[in-house]
């Protein structure tokens, strides 16, 4: 079975740093396209970027690009989202989300950054 | 970028009723779409790949239509577990995008 198991629930500081995962199992980690999408509070999907984890080809949404860091480790099979300085605005639920074309979502990690 | 046109951004229907939601492209995609439903609280459940493409495990009251830059959702009986909130989703070229979602209400 095709599972993507992301990291827990965050509670950061605004200024502080931060990297989520995404651990994938049940496929071939490096042959699809892992991403990831914010869900701000009561909002819609935003996809943020994309990474192919078979040679690190990563392509970032025009909003996101500079304000977060997507990569990859293969020998893992994860999949990390990376802030260096994290804002309140980027208080939200994120997804990663494998495939393309029958897509395999991740549970989510809630980030929550308040002073 | 593609943008992407879902409308309405809310339907109120009744259990029983045939309903649809649209989307539409500023470009043609082919038929790189997929359908979403979102639950409050919940992931968002893939409903449909590749404009028609049923996934396993979802009920056949849904389908999806559509190519190029046009597609379509049709919940041919609606249930009360449908209730919910739904996406469309290209992934034709990057960046890959969402259309703004529709919710569906209880009439």
């Known amino acids: 079975e095709v599972q993507l198991v992301q990291s827990g629930a965050e509670v950061k500081k605004p200024g502080e740093s931060l990297k989520i995962s995404c651990k994938g199992s049940?496929?071939?980690?490096?042959?699809?396209?892992i991403g990831w999408v914010r869900q701000m509070p009561g909002k819609g999907l935003e996809w943020m970027g994309i990474?192919?984890?078979?040679?690190?080809?990563?392509r970032y949404s025009p909003s996101f690009q500079g304000q977060v860091t997507i990569s990859a480790d293969k020998s893992i099979s994860t999949a990390y989202l990376q802030w260096s300085s994290l804002k309140a605005s980027d208080t939200a639920m994120y997804y990663c989300?494998?495939?393309?074309?029958?897509?395999?979502w991740g549970q989510g990690t809630m980030v929550t950054v308040s002073s | 970028v593609i943008w992407m046109t879902q409308s309405p951004s809310l339907l109120s229907a009744s259990t029983g009723d045939r309903v649809t939601i649209s989307c539409r492209m500023s470009?043609?995609?082919?038929?790189?779409l997929a359908w979403y439903q979102q639950k409050p609280g919940k992931a968002p459940e893939l409903l449909i790949y590749?404009?028609?493409t049923l996934q396993s495990g979802v009920p056949s009251r849904f389908s999806g239509s559509g190519s190029g830059t046009d597609f379509t959702l049709t919940i041919s009986c609606l249930q009360s577990e449908d209730f919910a909130t739904y996406y469309c989703?290209?992934?034709?070229?990057?960046?890959?995008?969402f259309g703004q979602g529709t919710k569906v209400e209880i009439k």
């Open positions: 989703q290209q992934y034709y070229s990057f960046p890959w995008t």
């Open positions: 990474i192919y984890p078979g040679d690190s080809d990563t």
């Open positions: 590749a404009a028609s």
């Open positions: 470009q043609g995609i082919s038929s790189y």
């Open positions: 989300v494998y495939g393309s074309g029958s897509f395999v």
């Open positions: 049940g496929y071939s980690f490096t042959s699809y396209w």
